[in-house]
């Protein structure tokens, strides 16, 4: 028992120094890579580095746009993946096969081969550019949550559904106030697991917007990252203090619901 | 499922339609109305672009400017390449890239300033002879030389006094006296490394360690000539070896620096434009020197790359008369002249010392750089422009970097390649 | 292409369905208002997802670029040409290298680690939430957050090289053509690596209890009823794990464009998504871009269908 509690706290120690070292980095008035560096000294100890990016960027702004596109991805996988999962888990019709083949296939191709012509399709055609439905589209339903949610829909028992059947319910309203009952823990994971995508992505909304008032964090951080930091008074810190700021709210939802997140129990969404 | 996807085809080509319907509709040389224009996100430049356009706008209320920032870093020929595929370019980009005009103009979205009865006449007056070099393949000129930062080597009078270098006047005109120089500084513990350019693999990294010493060497001369490559011949066979000995002798570092080098004491010396004025003022005790050539050539006769940043109509605009207008508005000698004293950023007018006599007198820093600035070479102007430097980068990588191949072979092996490029259309 | 055309988070085969295959349903299957809820999805997948793929594979048979809409250019037909450009580019095969090199590192060590972590984290242990949150914040956190972090640990001067003194590499992790890729490839392995612990977790779950007491009850050890209970009971999750870390390693762009300057030294760490990026994007060769990456895909799907032969085996 002690071997594994050590492998445990060894391994916590390696995933998290890294982003110890990220705080005590971005509260630094002077960068100190020496082996002190990595503790913190009440004389190097500053919050200029964030003072510095709050002045170059428009947080608040930026956090709103963050939440609109997330916020969108996140309802359009609720509600296109959950009925794509159901259907795809426990309804047979023709087309099964292939939709599922096409859901596989999306998580085999790389994004930035469809970037220009989905760029074009998307802004020209449709007339998306500088729009939240333009930067939202593409990730508007992530396939790797359909994929989870029809899992989930998979292990719950055959009868409950045979049952609701015989009972002249309609699939809508099984879907509705069986199945969707039952699954809610996946559904969180599906939550959590798309949210991650969309609050990081940078390539998409930085083509897609040309507005400053419309790009999201992660978007302005990484200008700030590549070109302004390069003229803070601590380019080193203004780095790491970017870097903090795009975590935290990631790491901070996550901290709060992490037990659903990890809710592996699917028993006790069946069985409660 | 057939229906539906009928129905999307159907709006897909619609949503087609209408855009091509709308198109060309009313696009014209004379077309006057409102207009967008893009420059670039660095704060002093924002802040030249922002009393432009206000000056702009008070007198033409009935054209008005829209402006925006587009983000300067490593992707902004991206953004800008995906907007000209799209259609939704600005009229306007005071940020365009040398390096991208031949790619922009063969997407079909540049407009020719030929085509406007003063265009010619306008550019090459307002530059002079280094417009030439700005010049396309058929003979049409797509962007105005607008602005350069001639590089020169800065050095830290600091990190060479410690190292026991006469910080007033450092050895530093020739190959053997910058090297002697180096050895010194890193040797006396002036700094880790004497110089340290970004030694990363990006196309247009060769503008601030090879090129400039090339265009000293060759007395001017561009990487490619008459669709030929000129860097393997003696010059550049001796600039690649100079740098060659930098790096095996550790005097500047493989490895790229997070933040920035100079001014954190890691190297002693850097390649930089007028920007750099501005950003080490308080912070680093620096002097300036031209860059070294075999044999020293004097500082007033010595070439260097000219990092040079244009201004392109891209055929998106419709009101062009309206944006050739604020092209020239913003061009202008009194706008150049602002543009000097936010930026300290030489605009690329003839005789840029002479032109604003009161400014160097107030600030004799910029001096050497406005000096300089009559002797530059830009990125040639070729087809596949950025393949070549792609390819030059890649053999400079191997070779001169981290020495896995003898330069002067790397070289002939990239000047055959990018003699097949720029043979192509 | 069914790659994982079976339940993997936890292996409960669907009962019911085979049961009603016997019966000739309807021509359009027994439940077609499954189609109508497929719909959406259906939509979203063609608009954004086969449409532009089938646009790439039309312009990786084309000379092709992008150009402003009006504009008249010629874009002839010719066969196939940009792959044997592609074939014959000696970057492009290097970065195939590359990225076999990085898969070789990569899978096997997220396979084992995952599977150890959760395989301890199972196991009603102290401090369950606090080891749980700190295996998946690398996960949640955007590379462009943390690669500032490993930048300064892993460089010349850094952290690490100052801990390991005179055993520190020369030269460095990150400048050096052999040690750059299997950096980046441990680099990936840690920040993904919570994600995969979750599906051995679920995985575990469901494992019985009762076959690991008979396993004690034959006398097994401790590594002797992992070998032989928990492993092959984790199989189907194993599948996956090592299917979704070769299609999330195949397409490695944003490590070696961040931590890595552009794939260097010397493009010892240039994934084919990289070079893919540069020659398509930056370069305006989309044809070449394109063919790259149908190269990339075909040989992805390829390698899956090998894996699940090997790993997959007994189910």
């Known amino acids: 028992m002690k071997l594994r509690f050590v492998t445990l706290l060894l391994g916590a120690f390696v995933f998290l120094f890294p982003f110890y070292y990220m705080l005590i980095g971005s509260l630094q008035a002077e960068p100190d890579p020496s082996v002190g560096g990595a503790f913190p000294r009440p004389d190097n100890l500053t919050g200029r580095n964030y003072a510095e990016i709050d002045a170059a960027i428009n947080l608040g702004r930026t956090l709103i746009n963050s939440g609109v596109f997330t916020g969108g991805v996140l309802l359009g996988t609720l509600v296109g993946g959950v009925l794509a999962g159901y259907a795809l888990a426990r309804l047979r019709f023709r087309g099964r096969g292939a939709v599922f083949n096409l859901m596989l296939l999306v998580q085999v191709v790389p994004f930035q081969l469809l970037t220009i012509p989905l760029y074009v399709l998307i802004v020209r055609n449709y007339g998306l550019a500088d729009s939240y439905l333009g930067m939202i589209l593409p990730f508007a339903i992530n396939s790797t949550a359909v994929f989870v949610f029809r899992q989930y829909f998979l292990l719950l028992p055959a009868e409950l559904f045979d049952a609701a059947r015989v009972d002249g319910a309609s699939e809508l309203r099984i879907l509705w106030s069986v199945a969707i009952p039952l699954v809610k823990p996946a559904l969180l994971t599906g939550v959590l697991l798309t949210f991650i995508g969309p609050w990081n992505e940078f390539l998409w909304p930085f083509l897609i917007t040309k507005q400053q008032d419309l790009q999201p964090l992660a978007v302005a951080l990484s200008n700030y990252l590549t070109t302004v930091s390069a003229r803070a008074a601590n380019p080193f810190g203004a780095v790491l203090a970017g870097a903090c700021v795009l975590a935290a709210p990631a790491v901070g939802l996550f901290i709060i619901f992490q037990r659903q997140f990890i809710s592996q129990s699917i028993e006790s969404g069946v069985k409660g | 499922m057939r229906r539906t996807f009928t129905a999307v085809a159907l709006g897909a080509v619609l949503a087609a339609?209408?855009?091509?319907?709308?198109?060309?509709?009313?696009?014209?040389?004379?077309?006057?109305?409102?207009?967008?224009?893009?420059?670039?996100?660095?704060?002093?430049?924002?802040?030249?672009?922002?009393?432009?356009?206000?000056?702009?706008?008070?007198?033409?209320?009935?054209?008005?400017?829209?402006?925006?920032?587009?983000?300067?870093?490593?992707?902004?020929?991206?953004?800008?390449?995906?907007?000209?595929?799209?259609?939704?370019?600005?009229?306007?980009?005071?940020?365009?890239?040398?390096?991208?005009?031949?790619?922009?103009?063969?997407?079909g979205g540049l407009v020719p300033l030929d085509s406007f009865a003063d265009g010619t006449s306008y550019v090459e007056g307002r530059s002079g002879e280094v417009a030439q070099q700005y010049k396309s393949s058929d003979g049409k000129y797509y962007q105005l030389p607008w602005k350069s930062n001639p590089v020169m080597i800065f050095y830290n009078k600091k990190a060479f006094a410690k190292a026991g270098i006469d910080a007033g006047n450092p050895p530093l005109g020739t190959y053997e006296e910058f090297l002697a120089t180096s050895r010194k500084i890193v040797a006396g513990r002036g700094a880790q490394y004497a110089i340290l350019p970004a030694p990363s693999n990006e196309f247009f990294q060769s503008w601030f360690d090879f090129y400039p010493l090339f265009a000293a060497a060759t007395g001017g001369k561009q990487l490619i000539e008459d669709k030929h490559a000129t860097f393997a011949g003696d010059e550049g066979r001796a600039v690649a070896q100079f740098w060659r000995t930098m790096y095996a002798e550790k005097l500047a570092g493989q490895e790229k620096y997070t933040g920035d080098a100079f001014a954190d004491g890691k190297a002693a010396m850097a390649i930089v434009g007028p920007w750099a004025v501005s950003v080490y003022r308080g912070k680093v005790d620096w002097g300036v020197a031209p860059v070294p050539t075999p044999t020293g050539t004097a500082a007033d006769a010595t070439h260097t790359f000219s990092d040079a940043k244009n201004v392109a109509i891209y055929s998106a605009c419709k009101n062009r008369g309206t944006a050739w207008d604020v092209l020239k508005f913003a061009t202008s000698s009194e706008q150049d002249g602002k543009?000097?004293?936010?930026?300290?950023?030489?605009?690329?007018?003839?005789?840029?010392?002479?032109?604003?006599p009161e400014y160097f007198t107030k600030n004799p820093d910029y001096r050497t750089f406005a000096e300089q600035s009559a002797r530059t070479v830009e990125v040639p102007n070729v087809p596949n422009s950025i393949t070549i430097w792609q390819t030059f980068r890649d053999a400079y990588s191997r070779s001169v970097i981290f020495g896995k191949q003898d330069p002067g072979a790397s070289l002939d092996e990239a000047a055959k390649r990018v003699d097949e490029l720029a043979s192509q259309p | 292409m069914t790659v994982t055309d079976r339940p993997t988070i936890r292996d409960a085969p669907d009962h019911r369905v085979p049961a009603r295959r016997g019966r000739p349903g309807r021509v359009n299957g027994r439940q077609p208002i499954g189609a109508l809820l497929v719909t959406p999805y259906l939509v979203f997948l063609l608009v954004v997802f086969a449409y532009p793929l089938c646009y790439a594979v039309y312009i990786s048979f084309h000379d092709y670029f992008f150009a402003a809409p009006g504009a008249v250019v010629d874009r002839p037909f010719v066969g196939l040409q940009n792959y044997r450009t592609v074939l014959a580019d000696p970057a492009v095969r290097r970065s195939f290298v590359n990225v076999g090199i990085f898969l070789v590192i990569n899978v096997p060590l997220t396979a084992v680690l995952s599977l150890t972590l959760a395989g301890a984290l199972n196991k009603a242990v102290r401090w369950r939430t606090f080891f749980r949150v700190s295996y998946y914040v690398p996960y949640v956190t955007a590379s462009v957050a943390v690669v500032g972090v490993w930048l300064f640990l892993f460089n010349s001067d850094g952290l690490v090289n100052s801990i390991l003194g005179p055993l520190a590499p020369d030269p460095s992790w990150l400048v050096s053509s052999a040690l750059a890729m299997p950096t980046v490839a441990v680099y990936v392995t840690w920040k993904q690596l919570g994600f995969f612990i979750l599906l051995y977790l679920a995985a575990l779950q469901n494992l019985s209890k009762d076959l690991y007491e008979a396993a004690a009850m034959d006398g097994a050890g401790r590594f002797a009823s992992f070998w032989n209970v928990t492993v092959p009971g984790v199989r189907p999750a194993t599948t996956l794990v090592v299917l979704l870390a070769t299609v999330t390693g195949a397409n490695l762009f944003t490590e070696p464009y961040l931590l890595t300057g552009g794939g260097g030294p010397d493009g010892a760490s240039a994934s084919p998504v990289l070079i893919m990026y540069q020659r398509g994007i930056e370069q305006g060769s989309p044809d070449i871009g394109a063919a790259i990456g149908i190269l990339l895909v075909i040989g992805v799907l390829l390698l899956a269908l090998v894996e699940r032969r090997l790993v997959g085996r007994d189910d």
Request: proline share 6%.
């Open chain 2, 17 to 107: 339609a209408a855009a091509c319907g709308s198109d060309d509709a009313g696009t014209g040389i004379e077309t006057r109305g409102p207009i967008t224009v893009w420059y670039s996100n660095n704060l002093e430049e924002v802040a030249w672009g922002k009393q432009m356009v206000a000056a702009w706008n008070t007198a033409h209320p009935d054209q008005l400017v829209t402006a925006q920032e587009i983000p300067t870093g490593k992707s902004s020929e991206e953004v800008i390449g995906a907007a000209i595929t799209a259609g939704n370019a600005p009229c306007l980009i005071f940020n365009t890239s040398p390096a991208s005009v031949s790619q922009f103009q063969k997407q």
């Open chain 2, 339 to 356: 543009f000097l004293e936010l930026t300290g950023q030489m605009p690329l007018r003839n005789d840029v010392a002479s032109a604003y």
